[in-house]
């Protein structure tokens, strides 16, 4: 009886230690799992703050555009002339035919638009200033624009061309002609 309980203890010893590195190698794989785990829950975070940042700059960028007036998005020269044009002959309250053959006028002379192209200018102009904006105001709002993507021969044309506006009807309104006069001298500053 002693041979056999002397051999039983080293059986079962042989195999406690195989039993202790298995669990040892489950539980690192199970720890490692885990961190892997974390590290992908954390990527996610990571780029969920990404997509929120860059979501909050489109909605400001969105928000400022939709409550910016229409005259400050515009980026075309031409665009921005025609919107002139428009205010200018708009400011003794409404916009009569001579007015706006004129304006066609203009535009398909200096532009070289065609008929359609100057109709589709105009309704857009006109769009833009569809609530009676101060013709003082429009050309302080596009000044800017003028200045950077204009030369002083464009200028000196855009100014004929609002003037030309402006005394299109026979009917020359003061205030009207001063303002083309300033607007003149601001955008001659700013060359």
Same mark, same amino acid.
């Given at each position: 009886m002693v041979a056999a309980t002397y051999l039983r203890p080293p059986t079962r010893g042989k195999f406690m230690h195989i039993l202790v590195s298995l669990l040892g190698v489950l539980g690192m794989a199970i720890f490692i799992l885990w961190r892997i785990q974390q590290a992908a829950y954390l990527a996610r975070e990571v780029?969920?703050?990404?997509?929120?940042?860059?979501? %909050?700059?489109?909605?400001?960028?969105?928000?400022?555009?939709?409550?910016?007036?229409?005259?400050? %998005?515009?980026?075309?020269?031409?665009?921005?002339?025609?919107?002139?044009? /428009?205010?200018?002959?708009?400011?003794?309250?409404? /916009?009569?035919?001579?007015?706006? @053959?004129? /304006?066609?006028? @203009? +535009?398909?002379? #200096? #532009?070289?638009?065609?008929?359609? @192209?100057?109709?589709?200018? /105009?309704?857009?102009?006109?769009?833009?200033?569809?609530?009676? +904006?101060?013709p003082s105001e429009v050309m302080r709002r596009l000044t800017p624009l003028l200045q950077k993507t204009t030369t002083s021969a464009q200028r000196g044309q855009l100014i004929a061309m609002l003037t030309a506006t402006a005394t299109a009807d026979g009917i020359q309104d003061e205030m009207t002609v001063f303002d083309i006069s300033r607007f003149a001298k601001q955008l001659s500053a700013g060359a």
């Open positions: 780029a969920d703050v990404a997509g929120s940042a860059k979501g %909050l700059f489109r909605r400001w960028r969105w928000r400022r555009k939709v409550n910016a007036s229409p005259t400050d %998005l515009i980026e075309d020269p031409r665009e921005a002339a025609s919107v002139l044009m /428009i205010a200018v002959a708009q400011a003794d309250g409404r /916009i009569s035919d001579t007015e706006r @053959q004129v /304006i066609a006028h @203009q +535009i398909k002379k #200096f #532009f070289g638009a065609s008929d359609g @192209q100057a109709g589709a200018l /105009i309704a857009q102009s006109e769009w833009v200033v569809r609530e009676g +904006i101060d």
